[in-house]
């Protein structure tokens, strides 16, 4: 079946450092990947999306590459401000509904 | 802009109660969704509706019934709470096909507390 699979629970940070968050997944064929982000007291929103075309996608500072050989999937920014902490999730698009990770909160310090 | 509207934004009820949660979106799509987040932050899909269809139903427990009136409104039904009930619930709406492109839309979630 489909899965995607966060190791990292939680990340902790200070202002201006790197960010890289691992993700592997299980399914059939060439999915198209997603990374979420939940802010505090707010529903989960697309952060960017990467096809088996591409293998990367990017937005707001934040890339995302996809490795077919080890079926991974991870999320990185070079220098994180204090409003990126927050909730990110590695997603799976199925074929009826997202397959959420299990997600990987993001503290960042001033 | 939230255009994905979840009413109660929080609910405390005893086990064996009825609840219901209300979801409404204005953006025009025709696809609905509820997922279950646990106090882990686990986001599970439960159900969808396809234009008052139901399309996707994940095994969960038969206490738990979706609504559907029209292509704008996802309720939630919980006939008789459990304490493993205690969780927020977050309706999204996309377009047909949106598992696809990725580009799901969130309500704020509604936080159920089973004493």
């Known amino acids: 079946g489909n899965s995607v699979t966060q190791m990292q629970g939680q990340v902790t940070l200070s202002e201006e450092e790197f960010l890289f968050i691992n993700c592997t997944y299980s399914t059939t064929g060439y999915p198209t990947l997603f990374w979420y982000v939940q802010y505090p007291g707010e529903g989960p929103q697309l952060l960017l999306k990467?096809?088996?075309?591409?293998n990367k996608g990017s937005s707001r500072g934040f890339e995302a590459t996809y490795d077919k050989g080890t079926t991974s999937f991870h999320l990185q920014k070079a220098s994180v401000q204090e409003s990126d902490s927050a909730v990110y999730y590695c997603?799976?698009?199925?074929?009826?509904?997202?397959?959420f990770g299990t997600g990987t909160t993001v503290s960042v310090s001033p | 802009e939230t255009a994905v509207f979840q009413t109660p934004n929080y609910h405390v009820t005893q086990v064996g109660n009825e609840v219901s949660f209300n979801c409404k979106q204005t953006l025009g799509h025709d696809t609905m969704y509820w997922y279950k987040q646990d106090s882990k932050k686990l986001l599970k899909i439960m159900f969808s509706?396809?234009?008052?269809?139901?399309?996707v139903n994940e095994t969960v427990p038969r206490r738990f019934s979706p609504q559907s009136s029209d292509k704008a409104h996802l309720n939630l039904r919980i006939k008789s709470v459990e304490p493993e009930d205690s969780a927020v619930y977050l309706c999204?709406?996309?377009?047909?096909?949106?598992?696809?492109?990725?580009?799901?839309?969130f309500g704020e979630g509604s936080k159920l507390t089973v004493l």
């Open positions: 990467v096809t088996t075309a591409n």
């Open positions: 999204a709406s996309s377009y047909w096909g949106g598992a696809g492109t990725g580009q799901l839309y």
């Open positions: 997603v799976l698009g199925a074929s009826r509904a997202l397959i």
């Open positions: 509706y396809n234009n008052k269809q139901l399309i």
